[in-house]
Each structure stands twice: as C-alpha cells, then as structure tokens.
C-alpha cells in the first residue's frame, strides 16, 4: 500500500494579486483560486502587498496570508522581502514573475510570462544600472529554479536562446480565458456602452498598455492607411491608460489629422471589457512581442475576429482564430484589417475558428498541471 505523503507547506508569491488589467494579476487570481480548489492535502501561505491584503479572502484554513511592503522590482524586493519568506519556512515556494529575491536560496519555481524588457527596455530602464539589474535577476531566478513555467512554447524558446536554460527545466503551461468573455444575449448593454462612449460607427479596438512594444505608432499608421487608401469608415477605438512614458502614441494620430477617427477609452474595467469586445467589429494585435495574448483569447471568446502581429507566441496561441500580418509594415496591417471589414467570408471563418481555438485553454487546466509540477519537486 502506497504510503500518503504529508502536507506540505506552500508559498506563492501574490504581491501582484489584483492587479487584473495585467496579465499577471490575472494570471496569480486565477491560480490561486484553481489551486486552492483541487488543492486538499498542502498548507499555502499567500505573500500580499497591504492595498490587497484585506480583499483577498482565505478560502479555508490550510491557507494562510501574510503582508509584505516589499515592492516588485524594489530594492526591498532583494534585501527585506527573502527574510520574510525564510521566517515561513516554506517547502516550495512559487513566484509568480521573473523578479525572486537572489538572496532567498530554498527550494522554488518560478513563471516566466515573457522577456520583453530584454528586447524592449522602455523609457523606464534607460539607466544602465536599471538594465543590469533586470538581467541580473533574471538569470539568478531561472537558474536557481528547480523548474520553470513559461506561458507558451515561444517564450521557452526565449528562455533557452537567451539564458542558456536546458529545455527539460522548463515546463510549458497555458493560460486561459475567463468565463466572463462570451457573446452577449442581452444587447441593450452593448447599446447602451455605445451610447456612453459616443461609438457611432464600426470600429476596430485595441486594449492594452501603451508601451513601445505594443506598436500602436505603428497601429496608427495602418490606421491612416485605412482611412486614406481604403476608404473604411469605421473608427479606432484603443483602450488602456496613457502612459506618460510614451507620449509619442497620441503625437502620432495629431500629427496625422486622425482625432476625430481615434477614440482614447482609458482605463477600462473588468466588469466592462467583455461589453467593449462584444461591440466591437474587429480586435487587433500590433505587438512586436507577446509572451501569451491572452487578450487575443477574450476578444475570441466573445466572437470578435482578431487581426494579430505574426511575432513571438501570437501565431503559437491564436492558431487560425486569427489573420496575421508583419508589424513592421503599416501598409500590410492595413491591408488585414481592410479584409476583414470588407470579406464577409473571411469574417464569418474568423469567428468560427476562434470559437474553436478557446477550446484548447482552460485556467482549471493550469491549475492542475501547476499543482502537479509542486508535487513532483
């Protein structure tokens, strides 16, 4: 008779937790409620910032949350924050993005979502102290890593290429989309979020941060190509908060007369975004680079077609749910997303074929092959 094995004590790295408009503060949420659902047997201790500490609810008593004023990517992060895990004295412990303490040397894995600061720095990392320091911490936490989740094939390939990672560390485990994004049967809601945001025409939307390597210059440009060379009448409505950092995106569409065709959204709501994809004609991806795109998902989910970058995991995750073009060139975005506004065909298959793509992902799923990887080490 196989001897049971006994509970084991868990951390799990949630500073980030509600976070939701980012794809990892939806990726620690969903993990720790799927966790702690087939979960029975090993005891967690969840790490929170204190704005989240009081909103997330112990699901029951082998869970336990702690609160930490350690900041991602602080100094605090290094020096304070391995302290406070090693007082746990914890069996594994997960963290959820690439930032682990170098100092905190136990037992862990760790999730890598994407090395985009690797390709694309941003304005925040100018400093080369900054880019060392990312690219030290990096490369402390996968190697010190007794396994590491990546999100999708595409950054495990990262992974090995850039850090000379061997393949057998690394397990590939997708994400999902919420039941949240689905098609609408109550229309009125559609309408009256037309209304609210003065959306008049058909239009194609964009959500997301609005950072370099997003492409949304090069977005815009395709956009004027629309209007000029096709002649669509259809609008741009792009969604996120403006990013101070990027002042360049708004520059972009003043300079070439497209204020009246590009509706700035700002920050948009959980609750809201599934009413957003459902109006919207078309979803797009400029990205030069994505570690997942999840946001692909939850625009097919709710039967938006999506027009995407053919770059990094886009093609690997979207499938045939999507129509690719080359982001470097705004004249062949445009042209993509004149073929879908304008083939009926091609946007009917579209919508099929992302309703048939969804299939394959499941937060229930990462949750289960999450939980077997912790046994397993």
């Given at each position: ?151 999708s094939q595409s950054t495990k390939n990262d992974i090995i290429k850039y850090f000379k990672i061997k393949p057998g560390k690394i397990q590939v485990i997708y994400e999902g989309a919420d039941e949240q ?197």
């Amino acid at each position: 008779m196989q001897k049971e094995s006994k509970p084991k004590t868990i951390g799990i790295d949630a500073r980030m937790f509600g976070y939701a408009q980012t794809g990892i503060g939806n990726y620690i949420r969903h993990l720790l409620e799927y966790i702690f659902k087939i979960d029975h047997v090993n005891n967690y201790v969840v790490f929170l910032m204190p704005e989240e500490f009081d909103n997330f609810q112990v699901p029951n008593e082998r869970v336990r949350k702690v609160m930490t004023t350690c900041k991602w990517y602080s100094w605090k992060e290094q020096l304070i924050f391995p302290f406070t895990l090693y007082k746990e004295n914890l069996d594994l412990m997960h963290f959820t993005h690439f930032n682990s303490p170098i100092l905190y040397g136990k037992k862990s894995i760790i999730t890598i979502h994407d090395v985009t600061p690797y390709f694309f720095p941003g304005h925040k990392m100018k400093s080369p102290l900054r880019r060392w320091s990312f690219r030290l911490v990096f490369y402390s936490s996968v190697k010190k890593a007794k396994k590491i989740i990546a999100v999708s094939q595409s950054t495990k390939n990262d992974i090995i290429k850039y850090f000379k990672i061997k393949p057998g560390k690394i397990q590939v485990i997708y994400e999902g989309a919420d039941e949240q994004f689905r098609i609408l049967e109550d229309r009125i809601i559609v309408d009256d979020l037309r209304r609210k945001y003065c959306l008049r025409k058909p239009f194609l939307f964009y959500t997301g941060v609005w950072r370099n390597h997003k492409n949304l210059v090069g977005l815009i440009k395709a956009f004027k190509i629309v209007k000029e060379k096709y002649h669509l009448d259809i609008d741009l409505v792009l969604g996120g908060k403006e990013d101070p950092y990027y002042p360049e995106v708004r520059e972009t569409w003043e300079k070439l007369g497209l204020q009246n065709d590009i509706i700035p959204v700002g920050f948009i709501d959980q609750t809201e975004l599934p009413v957003f994809y459902n109006a919207a004609d078309a979803f797009v991806i400029p990205s030069f680079y994505e570690g997942f795109g999840l946001i692909g998902l939850e625009a097919m989910s709710c039967g938006t077609p999506v027009i995407s970058s053919d770059r990094t995991s886009l093609p690997e995750i979207l499938g045939k749910g999507a129509i690719y073009f080359d982001p470097d060139r705004p004249e062949k975005i445009a042209k993509k997303i004149c073929l879908v506004f304008t083939d009926k065909n091609l946007y009917n298959e579209l919508k099929r074929n992302g309703f048939l793509q969804i299939k394959k992902y499941s937060w229930n799923e990462m949750g289960k092959e999450t939980l077997e990887l912790y046994k397993k080490i």
